[in-house]
């Protein structure tokens, strides 16, 4: 069983940064490979970043070059770097985890953190 719990969202203008962390628990989690997911008001769920557990990344094109997602296996926690961020990024982020290799399906879901880019 993992538990995930992200922390890190808020108001920030369009063009500024802001770092997402996904604190999991369970001591097997350096097996796991964990996603970022999002959803804007009136959109459906859409894959913005994942880290497999091999080390592998994997990125949207609409965040390429602006998302760095990144793991801390020590302290079983993933983050989600964001810059140049605009208002189409506005959405609850969600982090997702399955065992294994990544693939768009998640065993384990957080609650989400609410990200709003204003002017």
């Known amino acids: 069983q993992v538990q995930l719990a992200e922390s890190g969202g808020g108001l920030v203008q369009a063009g500024g940064s802001l770092r997402l962390s996904c604190a999991a628990s369970g001591h097997t989690f350096h097996s796991y490979s964990v996603s970022w997911l999002r959803q804007a008001p009136g959109k459906e769920r859409e894959f913005v970043a994942a880290?497999?557990?091999?080390?592998?990344?994997y990125y949207a094109d609409s965040v390429k070059g602006r998302f760095t997602i990144s793991r801390d296996n020590a302290k079983i926690t993933v983050y989600l770097e964001m810059n140049n961020l605009t208002f189409e990024d506005t959405a609850v982020y969600y982090c997702?985890?399955?065992?294994?290799?990544?693939?768009?399906?998640?065993?384990?879901w957080g609650q989400g953190t609410q990200v709003t880019v204003t002017s």
């Open positions: 880290h497999g557990w091999s080390g592998r990344l």
């Open positions: 997702a985890a399955r065992l294994g290799d990544w693939s768009p399906t998640y065993d384990y």
